[in-house]
């Protein structure tokens, strides 16, 4: 076992606590933007695709958490092609999928009716789960 490094356990660790505390920042706002954000007088546009943004965050930042192992490019295509995967069951319609989508929780986390935007909106948010992690990085290395 020459050359070998040892394993080290605690980097993964602490990345994976930290885009945990990141995704719950962001569920709370993106949940903030959905409930509060007509009433606070936002632009539909501002709260349909900000949500859309921030739940395509939380994609990444949890996908992260799941496999702290990977390179930040390995948890964005996995990211993508969930986002992707989940915009597309939109087109999907059983009786059984539909009656939860009717669920505030099928809604938050299905969503209800196909849209391209969507998609657009997926990408920024994958983008900023990909700023906040490096960010998050080089936080970490700063403090050293």
């Given at each position: 076992?020459?050359?070998t490094?040892?394993?080290?356990?605690?980097?993964?660790?602490?990345?994976?606590l930290?885009?945990?505390?990141?995704?719950?920042?962001?569920?709370?706002?993106?949940?903030?933007?959905?409930?509060?954000?007509?009433?606070?007088?936002l632009?539909?546009?501002?709260?349909?695709?900000?949500?859309?943004?921030?739940?395509?965050?939380?994609?990444?930042?949890?996908?992260?958490?799941?496999?702290?192992?990977?390179?930040?490019?390995?948890?964005a295509?996995?990211?993508?092609?969930?986002?992707?995967l989940?915009?597309?069951?939109?087109?999907?319609?059983?009786?059984?999928?539909?009656?939860?989508?009717?669920?505030?929780?099928?809604?938050?986390?299905?969503?209800?009716?196909?849209?391209?935007?969507?998609?657009?909106?997926?990408?920024?948010?994958?983008?900023?789960?990909v700023?906040?992690?490096?960010l998050?990085?080089?936080?970490r290395?700063?403090?050293?």
């Open positions: 076992m020459h050359g490094q040892p394993v080290n356990t605690i980097a993964p660790l602490r990345t994976s930290v885009r945990a505390a990141l995704a719950l920042v962001v569920i709370a706002s993106g949940l903030g933007l959905r409930w509060y954000g007509f009433p606070l007088g632009p539909a546009f501002v709260v349909k695709y900000g949500g859309s943004l921030l739940w395509a965050t939380m994609v990444f930042l949890l996908v992260g958490v799941l496999l702290p192992r990977l390179s930040r490019t390995q948890i295509a996995i990211a993508v092609a969930i986002a992707i989940v915009e597309l069951s939109r087109l999907v319609h059983t009786p059984w999928l539909d009656a939860f989508r009717l669920t505030a929780a099928g809604a938050l986390l299905l969503g209800r009716i196909f849209s391209l935007w969507n998609i657009v909106a997926y990408m920024i948010g994958i983008a900023l789960g700023w906040l992690d490096r998050m990085e080089m936080r290395a700063d403090k050293g």
